[in-house]
């Protein structure tokens, strides 16, 4: 894993301002899988970093403009998790997606029971809605 770290770092950093890369590795000092990819308007990076998969969209001018982190539960602020399991007793918390801008955060929370898939959306101040539920399959 750690030499095609090295060879995504040197492939891009022709591209990848020299800046933003410096600033990058200095932010996520643990990052492991990096890898860089280029669109018309930003850079993306993708990694790994204490057992966390992480995206981060930079503007073209090195500005940092929105990530998400995918965890478990465990990675939750605390009082969203007894927010959560108070709202939803019988439901287990299996996934949860952080997307952060400069300005907001959200956490769409993933979760079952023994019959039904719900997703939610739930900011920092508790304020949620349903993105989704479906049944399981037999």
Avoid: C
Wanted: charged letters at 20%; a neutral charge; proline letters at 4%.
């Amino acid at each position: 894993g750690l030499f095609i770290s090295v060879i995504s770092y040197a492939a891009v950093s022709a591209n990848v301002n020299g800046k933003l890369l410096r600033a990058f590795k200095e932010t996520y000092p643990n990052a492991q899988q990096v890898s860089w990819n280029e669109t018309p308007e930003s850079y993306v990076v993708n990694f790994m970093e204490n057992g966390i998969r992480a995206r981060i969209v930079y503007e073209k001018g090195g500005a940092y403009q929105s990530s998400e982190r995918y965890y478990t539960e465990e990675h939750l602020p605390p009082y969203l998790v007894f927010y959560i399991k108070a709202n939803f007793p019988d439901k287990k918390i299996f996934g949860v997606t952080e997307v952060a801008t400069a300005s907001s955060i959200n956490y769409i929370v993933k979760m079952e029971d023994a019959r039904l898939f719900t997703t939610i959306n739930i900011n920092p101040d508790t304020s949620w809605k349903y993105v989704e539920e479906f049944v399981k399959a037999l």
